[in-house]
Structures are given as C-alpha cells and as structure tokens.
C-alpha cells in the first residue's frame, strides 16, 4: 500500500498528525486558553502562527485541538468498529428474520439526520466530548454494519466456510477465525471514510459554538476567526489547514486500501 504514491502521501499526512497529537504537550506546551500574550500578533519566531484576538497562542490552540479531533475520531471510531462489526456479522452470517430485522434497524438509523441529533443531544445534555463521542457513534455504526454484512453474505459461502462447517466447528468459532479476518479489510475502508466525516462533523458543530467549552476545538478557533478575517488571516488558515490534513489524510488512505483489495481481487 504504501509503495502507491497516494498510499505513501496518506501515511506522511497521517503520521504528522497522529505525531502532533502525540506529542501535543512537547510540540505546544502553553495553556491554549491562556490570554497573555499581544493579541492578533502575526506569525513569527516567537509565536509561528501568530495570535488570536485574546491574545493566545494559535499555535497551542491548534496542535491541542489536533488531539481532540484525534481523541473523539479513535473513540468513535472504536466504538462503532465494535457495534458495525458485531451487527454485521451476525445479520450476514445467520441470515433469516434476524438479518431482516438488523438490516431494519440500520436503514432506520441511517434515515437520522446526524448533524440535527447531534444539535438535539447537545441542546438536551449540554455540550461535552463524550456527549458528541456517543451520538457519533449511535449514529454511524449503521454505515460499517452495512458493509461487513455484504462481505460476510459473500464469504459464508466460501469452501473454507463450508469445510469448517462439515469438520463441526461452531458458529463462533467459524466467525472469529474464518470470515471476519476476511471481511476486516472492507471494514477498515469505511471506517477510514467515517473517521474523516467525525473530524468533519466535530470541527463543524465546534465552529457553531457547540462543542466542549473545557476543551480546544479546532472547529472553535476557525468560528472565532470570522469577524477578523481581513485583518488577521492566519486565524483561520492554521486550523482549517489542520482540519484538511487529518480529513484528508483518512480519506487518501482509504482509497489506497480500496485500491490495494480490488488489486487482489
């Protein structure tokens, strides 16, 4: 995959952030909500992308907000890793009124406005992370649920399948071992293209002002920069072009996997 010059350009985007976002507190260790320095101050040596008009340093605001939109992509993104793949696995592989059922749920769900829930969730219970994590999450497993069920209707009736089932292995047993490490690799194309939409969705509901005030928002720095965006263009342009990288990095590295399996195929 990464011999792929797209697959290549993914994984050095995707390793810079995940590298800011590790090393958040080295890369930036000011307070990103701390006013103490000249406001709307230009980007120089002392401070790289400039000031905000509170006087805070961009560059904190930006490398912590990184690591926020990093934290509630993974946590989503492992949930709904857990729900899409046990859902789908099950509706796939035992098929009937359980897979007809499954299958009803997911098309409800995926029905759900997720920008105008997510607005209702935080409107009802306040903004916070693990408010927005959990809506995410509830809201997209019906997307990966989908998508491993179709791998599974395919691979049941594979001859390794069929052989596992003539030797009496059990029905756990032929799903852990024998479909899912099968069906994985279409699972981790979507999940990619998911993790990229909940950046997206999280940055957006922190430009509208809704995401946790206790916490850096790359969405909040680029919602505080419009009333000054003639007068200080770096406000905007750091965040949004971290936004960009993360999204676009998730997005690239799922088509080199899509690109990777239909080569195989």
Do not use: K
Not at 167 to 187: D, T
């Amino acid at each position: 995959m990464l011999r792929t010059p797209g697959g290549l350009f993914a994984a050095v985007l995707l390793g810079t952030v995940l590298a800011v976002a590790v090393f958040a507190d080295v890369l930036a260790p000011a307070d990103p909500f701390a006013a103490r320095f000249e406001s709307l101050a230009p980007p120089s040596t002392e401070h790289l992308m400039g000031t905000d008009q509170f006087g805070r340093d961009v560059l904190s605001g930006v490398v912590h907000g990184t690591r926020r939109s990093l934290f509630v992509a993974g946590t989503t993104g492992a949930i709904v890793m857990v729900l899409g793949v046990t859902v789908g696995l099950t509706s796939g592989y035992r098929g009937g009124w359980i897979d007809d059922a499954l299958m009803r749920l997911t098309e409800v769900v995926q029905t759900l406005p997720i920008l105008f829930i997510a607005i209702l969730v935080i409107a009802m219970f306040g903004p916070g992370t693990w408010q927005l994590v959990g809506t995410l999450s509830l809201m997209m497993w019906s997307w990966l649920a989908r998508v491993v069920r179709s791998e599974v209707l395919s691979l049941r009736e594979r001859e390794y399948v069929e052989a596992a089932v003539a030797a009496g292995a059990s029905h756990l047993r032929i799903c852990v071992r024998e479909i899912l490490p099968n069906a994985l690799p279409s699972a981790m194309v979507m999940l990619g293209l998911i993790l990229a939409q909940v950046i997206l969705l999280e940055a957006f509901l922190g430009f509208l002002g809704l995401g946790d005030p206790d916490a850096m928002s790359l969405g909040y720095l680029a919602g505080q920069a419009q009333r000054f965006l003639r007068l200080a263009w770096w406000l905007p342009f750091f965040p949004g072009v971290a936004i960009l990288i993360a999204a676009l990095g998730l997005n690239l590295m799922s088509d080199a996997i899509n690109d990777l399996l239909g080569g195989r195929r």
